[in-house]
Nanobody, 125 residues
């Protein structure tokens, strides 16, 4: 099983950009679909997007579609979340997740095999 460590969070103004990284340990990174979730203060954790094992397919929540992009580098065992046109409502703790199964409905349920510890993203207005 992989272990995940997120980085890249911080404070950014509305309209700005930020890129999160999620580094995975272990030799089986390529066997996992990867994704991102977020949790705003006082709310539950919600699905942001997911990418398949090869990086050829992605799926996003409607709230971030067209603004966020997920990519992965299997050689570096890293998945990225590029966030553009950020809004104050994007403020949340962002979590990286891994699961051997890839399907939008499955990922939307949020019951993933492996989770990172989270990184804070704050968007000021």
């Amino acid at each position: 099983q992989v272990q995940l460590v997120e980085s890249g969070g911080g404070l950014v103004q509305a309209g700005g950009s930020l890129r999160l990284s999620c580094a995975a340990s272990g030799r089986t990174f390529g066997s996992y679909a990867m994704g991102w979730f977020r949790q705003a203060p006082g709310q539950g954790r919600v699905f942001v997007g997911t990418i398949d094992w090869s990086g050829s397919s992605t799926y996003y929540a409607d709230s971030v579609k067209g603004r966020f992009t997920i990519s992965r580098d299997n050689a570096k065992h890293t998945v990225y979340l590029q966030m553009d046109s950020l809004k104050p409502e994007d403020t949340a703790v962002y979590y990286c997740a891994a699961d051997r199964y890839f399907a939008p409905a499955y990922w939307r349920r949020g019951e993933m095999e492996v989770w990172g510890q989270g990184t804070q993203v704050t968007v000021s207005s």
